[in-house]
């Protein structure tokens, strides 16, 4: 068994887990984490790395995952998708992909964090054509046994040398002339670099 937590538009090490043959439970019921890949994700834009954040509505205590409400108090979606054009637009599969994508950056609005995330998954996990055995948390348990738990190693503020059975591997990125290769960003580099032949470097 694997254990993950939600994430907005994981990285490459997130599918990695995904792509294992073990059941997964992804967590909804612990408390919030900031400056995670919960509500953030990291692409390669033209000025190199650059971090993705959903905002949520503010409050005062500490929420459970599950229910972390979407702030619209600005217009993010448009902020995200201008972004992602900007860094992946001479990609060679952005074009091909754009369309499945577009839509939860100008039609869709979820009220809920988690809701975002599921969505997004299932768009990558079925350009993957990946089915992986994963259900959701239904109480938070701080330990499960013979688990493998990832829901708090696979983050931005930890390195990928945390994880041994992870080994991220080099493919080609936009911008890499001008800052080298950037290992372990959201699944959507790889996707629009790499098409369908993402798979071979998960």
Request: proline residues 5%; negative net charge.
């Amino acid at each position: 068994m694997i254990l993950l937590s939600s994430a907005y538009l994981g990285p490459v090490q997130y599918y990695s887990k995904l792509k294992n043959n073990s059941p997964i439970i992804i967590e909804h019921y612990e408390h919030f984490q900031k400056q995670t890949y919960r509500s953030r994700c990291e692409i390669y834009s033209p000025n190199g790395l650059q971090t993705l954040s959903v905002p949520l509505v503010k409050r005062n205590h500490q929420r459970v995952m599950k229910d972390m409400k979407i702030s619209y108090d600005y217009d993010w979606q448009t902020l995200h998708w201008r972004s992602l054009e900007s860094s992946y637009r001479r990609s060679p599969f952005f074009e091909y992909y754009e369309d499945d994508f577009n839509p939860y950056y100008h039609d869709k609005k979820y009220e809920y964090l988690i809701d975002l995330n599921e969505a997004l998954l299932q768009v990558v996990l079925s350009q993957f054509t990946m089915k992986p055995d994963y259900s959701f948390s239904t109480s938070y348990q701080t330990e499960y046994a013979g688990a493998e738990d990832y829901r708090n190693s696979i983050t931005p503020k930890k390195t990928d040398e945390q994880d041994a059975a992870f080994q991220p591997i080099i493919y080609s990125q936009v911008f890499e002339t001008r800052h080298g290769f950037i290992p372990n960003l959201s699944i959507l580099d790889l996707l629009f670099n790499q098409g369908p032949r993402a798979m071979d470097y998960i």
